[in-house]
Protein backbone atom coordinates (compact mmCIF):
# COMPACT_ATOMS: atom_id res chain seq x y z
CA UNK A 1 0.00 0.00 0.00
CA UNK A 2 1.28 3.38 -0.89
CA UNK A 3 2.24 6.03 1.36
CA UNK A 4 -0.11 8.81 2.49
CA UNK A 5 0.86 12.08 3.99
CA UNK A 6 3.84 13.53 5.41
CA UNK A 7 6.35 11.72 6.66
CA UNK A 8 7.17 12.40 10.68
CA UNK A 9 10.99 12.00 10.38
CA UNK A 10 13.87 13.15 8.80
CA UNK A 11 17.27 11.65 8.37
CA UNK A 12 19.74 13.63 10.54
CA UNK A 13 22.74 13.72 8.11
CA UNK A 14 20.36 15.73 5.20
CA UNK A 15 18.84 17.86 8.11
CA UNK A 16 19.43 21.24 7.79
CA UNK A 17 22.95 22.25 8.69
CA UNK A 18 22.17 24.99 11.49
CA UNK A 19 20.12 22.43 13.44
CA UNK A 20 21.72 21.76 16.92
CA UNK A 21 21.53 17.36 16.27
CA UNK A 22 24.67 14.93 16.76
CA UNK A 23 24.54 13.95 12.36
CA UNK A 24 25.15 10.17 13.64
CA UNK A 25 23.64 9.68 16.75
CA UNK A 26 21.26 7.78 15.45
CA UNK A 27 19.56 7.83 12.18
CA UNK A 28 16.41 10.04 11.75
CA UNK A 29 15.34 13.54 13.68
CA UNK A 30 12.01 14.71 13.66
CA UNK A 31 10.99 16.74 10.67
CA UNK A 32 8.89 20.17 10.80
CA UNK A 33 5.14 20.07 9.77
CA UNK A 34 3.83 22.85 7.66
CA UNK A 35 3.85 26.51 9.25
CA UNK A 36 4.81 30.29 10.18
CA UNK A 37 8.50 29.11 9.30
CA UNK A 38 10.57 27.06 6.31
CA UNK A 39 12.32 24.30 7.51
CA UNK A 40 15.80 25.74 6.13
CA UNK A 41 15.01 28.75 8.67
CA UNK A 42 13.34 27.04 12.08
CA UNK A 43 13.70 24.61 14.54
CA UNK A 44 10.89 22.12 15.93
CA UNK A 45 9.99 22.37 19.66
CA UNK A 46 11.15 18.69 19.96
CA UNK A 47 15.10 20.05 19.27
CA UNK A 48 14.56 23.19 21.41
CA UNK A 49 13.73 21.50 23.91
CA UNK A 50 15.40 18.44 23.80
CA UNK A 51 18.78 19.39 22.18
CA UNK A 52 19.20 23.48 22.88
CA UNK A 53 17.36 23.95 26.23
CA UNK A 54 17.94 19.70 27.70
CA UNK A 55 14.57 20.17 29.46
CA UNK A 56 14.20 16.55 27.80
CA UNK A 57 16.58 13.42 26.94
CA UNK A 58 13.64 11.58 24.66
CA UNK A 59 11.22 11.87 22.52
CA UNK A 60 8.94 10.83 24.25
CA UNK A 61 9.72 13.05 27.26
CA UNK A 62 8.91 16.07 24.99
CA UNK A 63 5.73 14.73 24.18
CA UNK A 64 4.88 14.21 28.23
CA UNK A 65 6.33 17.89 28.64
CA UNK A 66 3.99 19.72 25.74
CA UNK A 67 1.02 17.51 26.43
CA UNK A 68 0.78 19.24 30.06
CA UNK A 69 0.53 22.44 28.03
CA UNK A 70 3.39 24.34 29.80
CA UNK A 71 5.27 25.78 26.43
CA UNK A 72 3.92 28.44 24.94
CA UNK A 73 4.80 30.25 21.30
CA UNK A 74 4.08 33.90 21.11
CA UNK A 75 1.28 33.18 23.63
CA UNK A 76 -0.18 30.10 22.09
CA UNK A 77 0.14 26.70 23.95
CA UNK A 78 1.77 24.23 21.31
CA UNK A 79 1.71 20.43 21.70
CA UNK A 80 2.68 19.77 18.41
CA UNK A 81 6.58 18.53 18.90
CA UNK A 82 7.48 19.04 15.60
CA UNK A 83 5.91 22.68 15.05
CA UNK A 84 8.61 25.03 13.79
CA UNK A 85 9.68 28.04 15.51
CA UNK A 86 11.89 30.68 13.95
CA UNK A 87 12.72 34.18 14.09
CA UNK A 88 11.44 36.57 16.71
CA UNK A 89 9.61 33.79 18.05
CA UNK A 90 8.74 33.57 21.80
CA UNK A 91 8.80 30.49 23.68
CA UNK A 92 7.71 30.37 27.45
CA UNK A 93 8.48 27.19 29.38
CA UNK A 94 5.69 27.58 32.80
CA UNK A 95 6.71 24.90 34.93
CA UNK A 96 10.38 26.87 35.26
CA UNK A 97 8.97 30.72 34.74
CA UNK A 98 11.22 31.56 31.90
CA UNK A 99 10.97 33.06 28.30
CA UNK A 100 13.01 33.13 26.15
CA UNK A 101 13.32 34.51 22.19
CA UNK A 102 14.72 33.28 18.82
CA UNK A 103 17.60 35.36 17.21
CA UNK A 104 19.88 35.25 14.03
CA UNK A 105 22.66 33.19 15.33
CA UNK A 106 26.28 34.47 13.78
CA UNK A 107 27.48 31.85 10.83
CA UNK A 108 23.62 30.94 10.40
CA UNK A 109 21.02 28.72 12.67
CA UNK A 110 19.19 30.42 15.56
CA UNK A 111 19.92 31.78 19.36
CA UNK A 112 18.15 32.20 22.57
CA UNK A 113 17.74 35.20 24.17
CA UNK A 114 16.65 35.11 27.94
CA UNK A 115 14.02 37.74 28.74
CA UNK A 116 11.65 39.03 31.07
CA UNK A 117 7.57 39.13 31.50
CA UNK A 118 7.87 42.30 29.96
CA UNK A 119 9.59 41.41 26.27
CA UNK A 120 7.44 38.42 26.37
CA UNK A 121 4.48 39.91 25.95
CA UNK A 122 5.39 41.54 23.17
CA UNK A 123 7.42 40.18 18.96
CA UNK A 124 8.99 42.07 16.56
CA UNK A 125 7.28 41.19 12.48
CA UNK A 126 9.07 42.48 9.57
CA UNK A 127 6.36 43.11 6.89
CA UNK A 128 6.65 40.88 3.63
CA UNK A 129 4.03 41.81 1.24
CA UNK A 130 0.61 44.18 1.19
CA UNK A 131 -2.47 43.32 -0.66
CA UNK A 132 -5.81 44.97 -0.27
CA UNK A 133 -8.65 42.75 0.66
CA UNK A 134 -12.14 42.96 0.23
CA UNK A 135 -13.98 46.62 2.44
CA UNK A 136 -11.66 48.02 0.82
CA UNK A 137 -9.16 47.38 3.47
CA UNK A 138 -4.99 47.02 3.76
CA UNK A 139 -3.51 43.86 5.03
CA UNK A 140 -0.04 43.30 5.62
CA UNK A 141 1.51 39.91 5.36
CA UNK A 142 4.29 38.76 8.18
CA UNK A 143 7.50 37.15 8.43
CA UNK A 144 5.52 34.48 10.48
CA UNK A 145 2.89 34.07 8.44
CA UNK A 146 0.37 36.22 10.39
CA UNK A 147 -1.57 39.02 8.58
CA UNK A 148 -1.94 42.28 10.16
CA UNK A 149 -5.08 44.81 8.89
CA UNK A 150 -4.51 48.43 8.85
CA UNK A 151 -4.66 49.47 12.46
CA UNK A 152 -7.62 52.22 13.01
CA UNK A 153 -6.27 55.68 12.80
CA UNK A 154 -2.72 54.44 10.44
CA UNK A 155 -2.60 55.06 6.44
CA UNK A 156 -1.54 52.82 4.16
CA UNK A 157 1.34 55.06 3.44
CA UNK A 158 2.79 54.32 6.89
CA UNK A 159 3.47 50.99 6.16
CA UNK A 160 6.03 49.96 3.60
CA UNK A 161 7.16 46.54 2.26
CA UNK A 162 10.45 45.51 4.88
CA UNK A 163 9.45 47.79 7.80
CA UNK A 164 9.01 46.15 11.06
CA UNK A 165 6.13 46.15 13.12
CA UNK A 166 5.70 45.54 17.27
CA UNK A 167 2.51 43.75 17.98
CA UNK A 168 1.23 42.35 21.41
CA UNK A 169 0.88 38.51 21.48
CA UNK A 170 -1.46 36.33 21.92
CA UNK A 171 -3.95 39.03 20.60
CA UNK A 172 -1.96 40.39 18.24
CA UNK A 173 -2.81 43.66 18.63
CA UNK A 174 -0.84 46.72 16.95
CA UNK A 175 2.17 48.87 19.26
CA UNK A 176 4.47 50.58 16.51
CA UNK A 177 6.13 50.95 13.46
CA UNK A 178 9.93 50.38 12.87
CA UNK A 179 10.98 51.66 9.35
CA UNK A 180 13.67 50.34 7.22
CA UNK A 181 15.73 53.92 6.85
CA UNK A 182 19.33 55.36 7.89
CA UNK A 183 20.06 55.11 11.38
CA UNK A 184 17.92 52.11 12.70
CA UNK A 185 18.80 49.52 14.33
CA UNK A 186 18.85 46.36 12.58
CA UNK A 187 19.98 42.59 12.07
CA UNK A 188 21.40 40.45 9.43
CA UNK A 189 18.99 37.16 8.86
CA UNK A 190 20.41 35.54 6.05
CA UNK A 191 23.48 35.14 4.06
CA UNK A 192 27.31 35.39 4.75
CA UNK A 193 26.46 37.98 7.24
CA UNK A 194 23.73 36.04 9.07
CA UNK A 195 23.51 37.01 12.80
CA UNK A 196 25.74 40.80 12.47
CA UNK A 197 23.68 43.63 14.03
CA UNK A 198 24.48 47.53 14.09
CA UNK A 199 23.37 50.76 12.90
CA UNK A 200 22.13 50.98 9.16
CA UNK A 201 25.14 53.03 7.36
CA UNK A 202 23.26 53.46 4.39
CA UNK A 203 20.88 51.32 1.51
CA UNK A 204 21.33 51.63 -1.65
CA UNK A 205 18.19 51.29 -3.78
CA UNK A 206 19.15 48.79 -7.15
CA UNK A 207 16.91 46.92 -9.71
CA UNK A 208 16.91 43.23 -9.69
CA UNK A 209 17.04 40.53 -7.47
CA UNK A 210 19.02 41.02 -4.20
CA UNK A 211 20.48 44.11 -6.02
CA UNK A 212 19.86 46.46 -3.50
CA UNK A 213 22.29 47.00 -0.81
CA UNK A 214 22.51 47.98 2.69
CA UNK A 215 25.46 48.67 4.96
CA UNK A 216 25.62 47.67 8.42
CA UNK A 217 27.99 49.07 11.07
CA UNK A 218 28.60 47.82 14.76
CA UNK A 219 29.24 49.13 17.58
CA UNK A 220 32.99 48.99 17.12
CA UNK A 221 32.96 51.07 13.77
CA UNK A 222 33.16 47.95 11.26
CA UNK A 223 30.67 47.41 8.09
CA UNK A 224 29.55 45.22 6.28
CA UNK A 225 26.97 44.71 3.15
CA UNK A 226 24.03 42.49 2.59
CA UNK A 227 21.18 42.01 0.41
CA UNK A 228 18.20 44.56 1.56
CA UNK A 229 15.62 41.50 1.79
CA UNK A 230 18.43 40.12 4.73
CA UNK A 231 17.92 43.12 6.83
CA UNK A 232 15.60 42.87 10.05
CA UNK A 233 14.76 45.96 11.94
CA UNK A 234 15.16 45.95 15.76
CA UNK A 235 14.53 49.37 16.88
CA UNK A 236 14.57 52.99 15.53
CA UNK A 237 18.27 53.95 16.72
CA UNK A 238 18.61 50.79 19.58
CA UNK A 239 17.49 47.51 19.56
CA UNK A 240 13.81 47.07 21.29
CA UNK A 241 14.76 43.55 22.33
CA UNK A 242 17.29 41.72 24.64
CA UNK A 243 19.90 40.55 22.04
CA UNK A 244 22.27 38.21 24.81
CA UNK A 245 22.08 35.37 24.44
CA UNK A 246 20.72 32.74 26.95
CA UNK A 247 23.07 30.38 29.02
CA UNK A 248 22.67 26.81 28.08
CA UNK A 249 21.41 27.79 24.10
CA UNK A 250 23.70 25.64 21.05
CA UNK A 251 26.05 28.11 20.10
Known sequence: MARRGQKKHLKRLPAPKHWPIKRKHGKFT???IPGPHPKEE?????ILLREVLGYAET???????????QVTVDGRVRKEPRYPVGVMDV???????????????IRGGLRLVLIDKDEASFKLCRIEKKIMVPGGKLQMTLH???NLLLPEGKKASDFNTL????IGIPDQSYMSTLPLEKGAYAIVTRGKNVGIEGEIFSIEHRFGTHASIVTLQDTEGNRVQTALEYVFVLGEDKPEVSLEIAGGAAE
Open 30 to 32: TRT
Open 42 to 46: SLTLA
Open 59 to 69: MREVKALLSTG
Open 91 to 105: IRIESSDESFRLIPK
Open 144 to 146: DGR
Open 163 to 166: DTVK
